[in-house]
Structures are given as structure tokens and as C-alpha cells.
């Protein structure tokens, strides 16, 4: 089982803000993702990383950036914070093998005020 | 177009009985699929996973049958406890120039009554 840590667990801010979403993994995984889900949603995938120096749009549009200087971390940047940007903030991380699965962090609650 | 499809939002079970979760998808690409269970404001945990090559795989309480033909897999937990009460997603891969990217159902919050 990966571990895998998110930083801020909760995080209420106020409009314009800029936000950084921290991620980091002690496992080793190649790859990297951040998925975005509200309530009894399904999880949207925003961003996601093959490894070092690569970073790569999701399905679901967003405002957000992300970079991948290290393995094991990845965070997620909002320039301006928005109350749309208001949702949960999901971390996930997988090895390159041939199936793939994702572990999660255990996400960070956005609210913006 | 939802690829993975989780019909019931919801289930309501008595402890010691069995839970079925129920997941379609329409995607014949897809090779491998995958349970999680989350807890509200905490991130999914990895269940239990299938490969397109077998039509079931057990874990402790946990099985999960796939009908290709059907396009359809399913989730049995048995006894259910009231620990287990969370909502459950199905997630599925197909290996492509990507990678093995995952794509997840709604969800079905699971509900088991003491």
C-alpha cells in the first residue's frame, strides 16, 4: 500500500487567493494524478504526471497548475481562488506497472469564500 | 458519455447480510478493473481488483465477479458489517498510449444497518 500525503487536510480562503495544494509520496511511483470531486460525484481527473518534468491536462478543464520537479511530489497550484474551486482535492499515485492502481491521499477540502 | 456507470446511488443492507454492488460499463477496451471505498472527507482505499481474464477474485469478505458479455461487474460483501457503510466506487482501465488511466462510476453510498 502506497502512502501518500496531502497537505492541508481543510483549507477556507477567500477569493483572489492564490493556493498551493501540496502532495508527496514515499514509494517511488512513477506516476502521479489530482482528481477533483464533489459530493456524490464521480471523481474528475484534472492533472497528471508520467515522472519527473512531465505534467499533462486531465479530463475535466481546470484553472489549476501543477508541476513535478521531484518524484515524489507533485503539487497543485490555484493563481486566483474562485468559490467555484470550492470541492475536494484528490491525490493519487501508481506504480508503472501493468495495472496501474492508484493509491490516494486523503484529499484536501477547498473552500473559497 | 459515462463509460462506467453505478446505477444505484444508494443501498441499504442489514448487518450480517450481503451487499451487491453493481457496475456497467460500455467501454470493451477495458482490461482491468477496480473497487475503492471512501469515507466522506477522506481520500478512496483500493478493495479489490479483477483482470479481464478472470470473472472472480476474492478477498477475505470481498468478491468481485466480471461478465464481459454483460459488460458488468460486481461488488459482494458478505457478512456486512457497519464499519463497511461508505460509498464504493468501480473504476476501470484500458491500457493506451496513456497508460492504464482510470475511469470511475458515480459511486453508491452503502448503508449497513446494525
Known amino acids: 500500500e502506497a502512502d501518500i500525503y496531502q497537505t492541508p487536510r481543510y483549507l477556507v480562503i477567500g477569493t483572489g487567493k492564490k493556493i498551493t495544494l501540496e502532495c508527496s509520496q514515499t514509494?517511488?511511483?512513477?506516476?502521479m494524478y489530482w482528481y477533483q470531486q464533489d459530493p456524490g460525484m464521480e471523481l474528475h481527473l484534472i492533472h497528471y504526471?508520467?515522472?519527473?518534468?512531465?505534467?499533462e491536462k486531465g479530463d475535466l478543464s481546470s484553472e489549476s497548475t501543477v508541476s513535478r520537479i521531484r518524484t515524489e511530489h507533485f503539487p497543485l497550484t490555484l493563481e486566483s481562488a474562485r468559490p467555484s474551486h470550492t470541492s475536494q482535492y484528490l491525490c493519487?499515485?501508481?506504480?508503472?506497472?501493468?495495472?496501474?492502481?492508484?493509491?490516494f491521499g486523503p484529499g484536501t477540502r477547498l473552500t473559497v469564500l | 458519455d459515462q463509460q462506467v456507470k453505478q446505477n444505484s446511488p444508494s443501498l441499504s443492507v442489514q448487518e450480517g447480510r450481503i451487499s451487491i454492488l453493481n457496475c456497467d460499463y460500455t467501454n470493451s477496451m477495458f482490461d482491468y478493473f477496480l473497487w475503492y471505498k471512501k469515507y466522506p472527507a477522506e481520500g478512496p482505499t483500493f478493495l479489490i481488483s479483477i483482470s479481464s481474464i478472470k470473472d472472480k477474485n476474492e478477498d477475505g469478505r470481498f468478491t468481485v465477479f466480471l461478465n464481459k458479455s454483460a459488460k458488468h461487474l460486481s461488488l459482494h460483501i458478505v457478512p456486512s458489517q457497519p464499519g463497511d457503510s461508505a460509498v464504493y466506487f468501480c473504476?476501470?482501465?484500458?491500457?493506451?498510449?496513456?497508460?492504464?488511466?482510470?475511469?470511475f462510476g458515480g459511486g453508491t453510498r452503502l448503508m449497513v444497518k446494525p
Open positions: 514509494m517511488g511511483h512513477d506516476k
Open positions: 493519487a499515485s501508481s506504480d508503472s506497472g501493468a495495472t496501474d492502481t492508484q493509491y
Open positions: 504526471s508520467y515522472g519527473v518534468n512531465s505534467t
Open positions: 473504476a476501470a482501465s484500458a491500457f493506451d498510449n496513456a497508460g492504464n488511466m482510470l475511469t
